[in-house]
């Protein structure tokens, strides 16, 4: 027998992401990785680890501490023919650059009367769970899900953090890429061949009859993990994975709650006005006819993130919390 | 930092001199109009003025390359028309209507030309140098040896998007051509109200960008500068920074009453009108009689009567167009 490939690779998310990026570099010369430390350092989370050696300066470029600036640039080299991928270490320091991605990157093309368009990829680190206190640890990514023109996607699996990237690149418009920072030393096996995934829909990552889990991004493990509890105790939970927060999919959100009768959304943002809010608000629209209890929501507490471990715990949607916000709409369903 | 002017004799084709003439005028009087417009409610929202500084944008557009890339302010007109935009799409999209240059999605302030390679009016101040750097940095992985001219005013000096972008510029050398139009104030705020050193090119110059102010009011002086500063960009000597000390004459939009300067200050700037001063200079070189004159303001009222009668005739986009554009239509390669 000859030797062949293995059929599976062991990785981990933040490897799946450097070889997303590594094979974008070598599959389009109009790619180039741009941000802060993601050359010589390796990147803040050592994603890009090993892409400057390979790939050179001109290609993988160590910005200046310029958020606004390079995430700009980003946009005028998309502009004028280049397919960037641009690095911001952490969702609150993309606030420094929140001009440039809303008022040029979201509004160029309508504002131009469709001639100038953005084919930009933002990447992001987001979310708590670090002990990284209340400057390095949210979860924003609602925000950005609330402009038109922008596509938001949160990969939350392994998959998605080797798959996403390159069809994001593909997309002619600007789209921004969440990475659950708690998500990096997650490990598991891919396909040495990993087959291409759409950046269009919702997954049901965990089929059930009884409720619906609605979530993304780091909190897809939190859902399952509830899931698995409530299923110990005889309810049988689905989880979906929004994966894309604009545009969302309803339709695979609301034939779920249509199956189940309700839902729990469970969002590491913020309740107040946040993307758990927009989907409840969809599901009110889509399926309110459909459902035996109300719409509940386990969200961030609403407070900065806090420092110390047991507070910021607490700060964060758990299994615990998840299973319990479940078990109470089913309690209201039959009471 | 010394002004540098022009200084008359000079020798100039008469053809190119009052081409330049001609551009300062179409200028001028579309902006008059547009005032006449707008008092007419044909035009709405804001409307910022380059009347006073029409010698900036007839200067540097003909030391301008077919195939480089402009990013403009919002306080555009000037530089659109200068660059070849046709005054019929500018006008219409003053109206508002699909035939203008951005679909009338923009109005005054975000006039767009893909095909002059005209990036845009931007409205948010400064914030249309990152995207200078950016169109640069692209020509240049792209193995283009085009130059990327970026217009701001001096209050965008103020902003920190002006120091990382003349930073980021600089470091990476660049082909940007920063255009810096010192009109002295920040809507109503006097730059030295504003700034701790109010000399705009000598702190460019500290980011290591040769940098030198020019006389704004001078046609002659912008062109010879940027063509100067352009062919140095071009050969690959990274970015220039050029402050053109100008003044504009009308308030900083139509719905200002102007009460942060005092008149004498702006007749003072009168009298060094762009236009007056360069056609005066060409009567006394022999270039220029009444007849030449009303020749170019004839022609220009004819091409200002023809893009009114233009726009006037142009059609408003069907509301089902609303979401057109949020995403584009098609996979581009």
Redesign the interface.
């Known amino acids: 027998m000859t030797a062949t490939l293995p059929a599976t690779v062991k990785l981990t998310y933040r490897e799946a992401m450097r070889a997303a990026i590594r094979e974008a570099l070598q599959r389009d010369e109009r790619v ?1 990785l741009m941000g802060e430390d993601v050359g010589r350092y390796g990147g803040c989370f050592a994603v890009s680890q090993g892409l400057l050696a390979e790939f050179g300066p ?1 290609r993988v470029r160590d ?2 501490l ?1 958020e ?15 397919r ?1 991928i641009v690095e911001i270490m952490t969702v609150n320091f993309s606030l420094l650059a929140l ?2 991605i809303m ?2 990157a979201a509004t ?10 953005v ?1 930009l990829v933002i990447r992001m680190t987001t979310g708590a769970g670090r002990q990284l206190a209340a400057q390095h640890s949210h979860s924003l990514e609602g925000w950005f899900a609330h402009i ?2 922008l ?1 938001i996607l949160v990969p939350a699996t392994l998959e998605d953090a080797r798959g996403m990237l390159w069809p994001a690149l ?1 997309d ?2 600007p789209v921004l890429i969440f990475e659950n920072g708690r998500l990096y030393t997650l490990e598991g096996e891919l396909p040495a061949e990993p087959p291409p995934v759409d950046i269009a829909h919702a997954a049901v990552r965990r089929p059930g009859d009884d409720l619906t889990l609605i979530t993304y991004g780091g909190t897809l493990g939190t859902a399952l993990a509830a899931a698995d509890r409530l299923a110990a105790e005889g309810i049988d939970a689905e989880v979906i994975d929004l994966r894309v927060l604009r545009p969302l999919d309803d339709a695979t959100v609301l034939a779920s709650v249509a199956r189940t009768h309700r839902a729990v959304i469970v969002d590491e943002g913020w309740r107040s006005g946040g993307l758990s809010a927009e989907v409840s608000a969809r599901i009110m629209e889509g399926a309110f006819y459909d459902l035996d209890a109300p719409v509940a929501r386990v969200c961030s507490a609403e407070v900065p993130m806090p420092y110390p471990y047991h507070l910021e715990q607490a700060a964060l949607p758990q299994p615990d919390t998840v299973a319990a916000a479940a078990r109470a709409l089913i309690g209201a369903a039959h009471g | 930092m010394t002004v540098q002017q022009a200084s008359p004799p000079f020798t100039i084709e008469r053809d190119h001199a009052l081409a330049l003439l001609h551009q300062m005028l179409r200028i001028r009087r579309f902006e008059e109009k547009c005032v006449e417009l707008y008092s007419a409610t044909k035009i709405r929202g804001f409307v910022h003025l380059y009347i006073g500084e029409e010698a900036v944008a007839a200067g540097v557009m003909p030391a301008l390359a077919a195939d480089d890339a402009i990013v403009a302010t919002y306080r555009e007109h000037g530089q659109a028309l200068a660059r070849g935009l046709p005054m019929r799409a500018v006008m219409a999209e003053m109206y508002g209507r699909v035939e203008g240059c951005s679909r009338g999605r923009g109005g005054s302030m975000h006039l767009f030309d893909a095909a002059a390679r005209f990036y845009g009016g931007n409205a948010i101040v400064g914030g249309g140098l990152p995207l200078a750097v950016g169109v640069a940095l692209a020509d240049r992985m792209r193995g283009l040896n085009r130059v990327t001219a970026c217009f701001f005013g001096d209050g965008a000096a103020a902003e920190g998007v002006f120091h990382e972008s003349l930073n980021l510029a600089s470091l990476w050398q660049l082909p940007v051509l920063f255009l810096c139009e010192n009109n002295l104030y920040a809507m109503g705020t006097a730059l030295e109200r504003a700034h701790a050193r109010t000399d705009l090119a000598a702190r460019a110059a500290s980011y290591g960008l040769p940098s030198e102010a020019i006389d704004g009011m001078d046609v002659l002086a912008v062109e010879a500068a940027t063509a100067r500063a352009a062919a140095e960009v071009r050969a690959g000597g990274g970015p220039r920074f050029l402050e053109f000390r100008t003044y504009r004459f009308r308030a900083h939009s139509l719905y200002d009453p102007e009460l942060y300067r005092d008149r004498d200050e702006v007749e003072r700037w009168k009298a060094r009108d762009p236009i007056a001063l360069f056609a005066g200079a060409l009567r006394e070189q022999g270039l220029l009689d009444d007849e030449a004159m009303a020749r170019l303001e004839d022609d220009v009222a004819a091409e200002i009567a023809d893009a009114v009668a233009f726009a006037e005739a142009g059609a408003l986009e069907p509301v089902e167009d609303l979401t057109r554009f949020v995403y584009s239509e098609e996979r581009r390669p």
Request: net charge negative; no cysteine; charged share 10%.
């Open positions: 180039f001109e910005t200046p310029s606004d600036t390079f995430v700009g640039a980003g946009i005028g080299a998309a502009l004028a023919g280049m960037p001009d440039q008022n040029n160029l093309l309508h504002m131009s009367g469709g001639q100038f368009n084919p038109p023109g596509k593909q002619p418009d």
